[in-house]
């Protein structure tokens, strides 16, 4: 939330299955997510939707995750298993009926970087990836085989002297180059510039980034292969960091604003969403209990 650019470096900056959720503060051990709609411009508290029902373990990691359909039923489940340092190394899903459609494993190395990621289709192995860093800890190649092992992708990435990836390369199964992403950094290491390349070198989509002087991420802005803004997106932050608004602008017009609340500790409570129109929404409350 502070210094990811975590909008468009999915592959490059984060682990996405790894580093979904973040931790609950203060104890907490469950959360439900309630839905309210908008009428008229007030809440209509008829409308309340229970979305999802979080439990944590005693660190404050998610290890169960339950999603239910506007009936009340149960639409799926998700539970998390984590090692001792709190990697994640285990991530199942479940269906409605208890089937297990997909599942995640993970492998870390003696530094904590994962090494393994293999996912299962139906409890058959689907694909598998690889991750290889240099001595210093710096990812510098990451290769997915399906079950069909003559199928496979492959990412390589280049860094500067101060460890930041600046180039990251996409290969196609017959190792020709898919796409090519070049990165800059200003001087204290934020992300302010991505530029992606289609394989003959041509611009395809670019995004810069601005942040405040704590690091935040305060201004994200997409162009398109002319150099056209596509969305811009402004995000404000209170005096603990959170963020407390979100603006999208697309082609120069507001496409929705995000305004979010915390309690004392810090844990989201509530998220109303606004339309095009600055009207209120949608309300997300968060309830958390022991």
């Known amino acids: 939330m502070k210094k990811l650019f975590v909008l468009y470096l999915f592959v490059l900056l984060t682990f996405t299955l790894l580093n979904a959720n973040e931790k609950v503060k ?5 959360c439900s997510e309630y839905r309210y709609d908008f009428k008229f411009g007030k809440i209509d508290n008829t409308s309340k939707e229970l979305l999802y029902h979080n439990k944590y373990d005693e660190k404050g990691n998610i290890i169960d995750k339950v999603e239910y359909k506007g009936d009340g ?11 001792e340092k709190e990697n994640v190394v285990e991530k199942i899903h479940y269906d409605s009926n208890g089937f297990i459609p997909s599942k995640y494993t993970f492998k870390y190395n ?3 970087y994962v090494v393994e990621e293999v996912k299962y ?8 990836t690889i991750y290889k860093y240099d001595n210093n800890g710096n990812k510098i190649e990451e290769l997915q085989r399906f079950s069909d092992i003559s199928f496979y992708s492959k990412w390589t990435y280049k860094c500067d002297v101060k460890g930041n990836v600046v180039e990251q390369v996409h290969y196609n199964s017959n190792g020709s180059i898919d796409s090519k992403t070049a990165i800059k950094y200003d001087e204290k290491k934020n992300i302010f510039e991505n530029v992606n390349f289609d394989s003959n070198g041509t611009i395809l989509s670019k995004y810069d980034c601005k942040y405040d002087k704590k690091g935040n991420v305060i201004e994200e802005v997409s162009y398109d292969f002319n150099g056209s803004i596509v969305f811009k997106t402004i995000i404000k932050y209170d005096e603990k960091e959170n963020i407390v608004e979100e603006i999208r602008f697309l082609k120069g017009s507001i496409d929705f604003k995000a305004i979010i609340k915390y309690d004392e500790k810090g844990n989201k409570v509530e998220e109303v969403r606004y339309n095009k129109l600055n009207e209120p929404m949608r309300k997300t409350e968060y309830v958390y209990s022991n």
């Open 110 to 112: 003696e530094k904590g």
């Open 73 to 83: 039923s149960v639409y799926n489940k998700t539970t998390i298993k984590y090692d």
């Open 121 to 128: 289709k139906d409890l058959i192995i689907d694909f598998k």
């Open 26 to 30: 203060g104890g907490f051990r469950k």
